[in-house]
Nanobody, 125 residues
Framework: VQLQASGGGLVQAGDSLRLSCAASGRTISDYGMGWFRQASGSEQRELIAAFSSVGTTTYYSDSVKGRFTISRDNAKNTVYLQMTSLEPEDTAVYYC??????????????????WGQGTQVTVSS
């Protein structure tokens, strides 16, 4: 599966933004999907939201819980990350990723074997 992330940009604190991850080659229903982010200068790529390939289980990191929502549109073969109440601390490159592990939500980065190219989100104060 190939993944193409888009929707990033420069916004002000408190604004909302929706990221998209368009998949091609395979259907996203075959995969668990996740959104990661990596801040400039950080070596850590953090999982912030994900859903499983089985059922409807979702995961959110504490840093985004209640503000971000992950969803998918199987007809468009696209995964979304709706971000609200954005904060300067949300500034990062955001990546979508897919895992072929058939399980409940996969929270281990190494198990995500397909990655999009990343989209920059910058939140000004």
């Amino acid at each position: 599966v190939q993944l193409q992330a888009s929707g990033g940009g420069l916004v002000q604190a408190g604004d909302s933004l929706r990221l998209s991850c368009a998949a091609s080659g395979r259907t996203i229903s075959d995969y668990g999907m996740g959104w990661f982010r990596q801040a400039s200068g950080s070596e850590q790529r953090e999982l912030i939201a994900a859903f499983s390939s089985v059922g409807t289980t979702t995961y959110y990191s504490d840093s985004v819980k209640g503000r971000f929502t992950i969803s998918r549109d199987n007809a468009k073969n696209t995964v979304y990350l709706q971000m609200t109440s954005l904060e300067p601390e949300d500034t990062a490159v955001y990546y979508c990723a897919a895992t072929s592990v058939q399980s409940f939500v996969v929270r281990t980065r190494a198990l995500y074997n397909y990655w999009g190219q990343g989209t920059q989100v910058t939140v000004s104060s």
